[in-house]
């Protein structure tokens, strides 16, 4: 897009060609030669834009050569030719890519990038890539929690800087703003792709806070005490000495005893020059006067960047603590905060090693994908699906067992040889990231390969309930009866510390599983 941009504003440059050029060559070469990507790298569709600008910048590079070796009424000969040889090699390339593409599907693009493109594709087409928190559109708390105090400065860096930096348009200043525009619209989209956001809002806020600095010390030092009137002795010593410089080259240039001659076109020239042009003392006192009627007060100056100084030292000390508490935090061993101190729910783990210890090492393990990596690394057991299963097939299996009823699941589970099943449910001490909360899910993505199973079977009204008033294929399905087994010995009422409302089936028994003890 940046290629792009240069070539159609007329920056084209060698330097241009230089750095895009072999980027595409080796980039596409390296890519090839990673086994995931293979051919993909040249035969997907997200690749067929840097392909495009490819030709395009050798076809604006051939253009500007036969530009500089053939005279003028040649050149539109040639450019003639050119743009005519050019158009019949593009549409036989287009012809082509839509004769590559026309047989997928998704015309050749990943589900990814349609989610990329189209935000409600993913959990319209493909819930497997919807269902991933990753993938989801972030919130606002999202975006204060990543970059903090960026969110502000992002905004006013662009309209701050816009007639520095952007004005007139420059090839790093037009990078800055697709950069900005692009990660902004991308983060929106997946909550992962704030990473993309981060080095532009470091950039844009980074111009912000020059800006700022720039203002607030020019407005410091323009007040004080000997600056003004040093600046303006300074301007009027220099304004004199160019007088007399200019003085002294007149002179020079009109000897004695040409003096009475007519004045030549040079003279004339520098005489209208200093008649159009005022005294350098002038200038001096209008630029002075400028800068006062532009000056902020020095209080609000110094304080202002002293706020800027506790800004920028604040952000630090809320990356350092986000990077330790938030994102360094292992995801095995829960840890929370409260009035009594610091608690530690060691469950994974001790789940995981329950698995390990007591069950056969040939066993097999049914679980939602998201604990399948954890299984097999800390269990040593296979699963039947895990966080690289691509096959929709066999996750839509897994959730379609968890949204039957017992008997149904207990027959799909035996055919699998699962001998086990991993369950997560966090209502009794509070934790959200439950299978009941990722119930939905396995709903929507077993129903993509198997039509009997239907969403609003399992909604009241258009809502998710798991109270009195959920649905019999609701209170029936594997996923409660194992989550709920014998919750209400708890606490008398079983009342769902997640949800917030007690539980619709409160006493049920298992009659093809069994709880392990």
């Not at 030709?55 to 590079?61: Q, T």
């Not at 209208?272 to 200038?283: D, I, Q, S, V």
């Not at 789940?351 to 007591?358: C, D, E, G, V």
Request: glycine share 6%; net charge neutral.
């Amino acid at each position: 897009m940046h290629v792009l941009l240069c070539i159609v504003t007329g920056r084209y440059s060698s330097r241009l060609y230089i750095a895009y050029a072999p980027l595409v060559v080796l980039g596409t070469l390296l890519a090839a030669l990673v086994p995931v990507v293979g051919f993909n790298a040249v035969m997907t569709s997200e690749h067929f834009a840097s392909f495009l600008v490819f030709i395009i910048i050798h076809v604006v590079a051939f253009v500007y050569y036969i530009k500089g070796i053939l005279s003028p009424k040649m050149f539109k000969v040639a450019v003639t030719l050119v743009v005519t040889v050019g158009l019949a090699v593009c549409c036989a390339v287009i012809a082509v890519l839509i004769a590559l593409v026309a047989s997928s599907p998704t015309k050749g693009w990943s589900g990814r990038s349609l989610s990329l493109l189209d935000p409600t594709y993913a959990s319209k087409y493909i819930p497997i890539i919807a269902s991933v928190s990753e993938h989801q559109p972030p919130t606002w708390p999202s975006y204060f929690m990543d970059i903090n105090v960026l969110a502000f400065l992002v905004p006013a860096g662009i309209i701050v800087s816009l007639k520095a930096c952007f004005l007139p348009l420059s090839d790093a200043s037009s990078f800055i703003v697709l950069y900005i525009a692009t990660s902004v619209y991308f983060s929106g989209v997946m909550v992962r792709l704030m990473l993309v956001l981060a080095p532009a809002a470091c950039i844009t806020s980074g111009i912000a806070l020059s800006e700022a600095f720039d203002v607030l010390t020019g407005s410091i030092k323009f007040q004080l005490p000997g600056v003004t009137s040093n600046a303006e002795v300074d301007a009027g010593e220099t304004s004199s000495d160019a007088r007399e410089a200019q003085t002294d080259e007149v002179k020079a240039e009109k000897p004695d005893d040409t003096s009475k001659n007519r004045p030549s076109k040079k003279s004339k020239k520098k005489e209208r020059e200093l008649a159009e042009n005022p005294p350098a003392k002038a200038t001096a006192k209008a630029k002075a006067e400028k800068k006062r009627l532009l000056a902020l007060p020095l209080e609000a100056s110094v304080i202002s960047l002293l706020l800027l100084v506790v800004l920028g030292a604040f952000y630090v000390v809320h990356s350092v603590w986000a990077a330790a508490e938030a994102y360094s935090a292992p995801s095995i061993v829960l840890t929370t905060r409260s009035r009594d101190g610091l608690h530690v729910f060691d469950d994974f783990r001790e789940a995981y090693a329950w698995l390990s210890h007591n069950t056969d090492v040939n066993d097999k393990v049914a679980s939602w994908w998201d604990y399948g990596y954890q299984t097999t690394a800390m269990a040593n057991r296979t699963v039947i699906v895990d966080n690289n299963t691509w096959n929709n097939t066999h996750i839509a299996t897994v959730g379609t067992a968890m949204s039957s009823p017992e008997r149904a699941a207990w027959e799909i589970f035996h055919s699998l040889d699962v001998k086990y099943v991993l369950v997560v449910f966090g209502g009794l001490i509070g934790y959200p990231s439950d299978d009941i909360n990722k119930f939905l899910w396995m709903v929507r993505i077993g129903g993509g390969v198997f039509p009997h199973i239907k969403e609003p079977d399992y909604l009241r009204d258009g809502q998710y309930r798991i109270d009195s008033q959920a649905t019999p294929t609701m209170l029936n399905c594997l996923m409660y009866k194992l989550s709920y087994y014998r919750f209400v010995e708890t606490d008398g009422k079983a009342y769902d510390r997640v949800r917030r409302t007690e539980i619709g089936k409160k006493y049920f028994k298992l009659t093809h599983f069994e709880e392990v003890r």
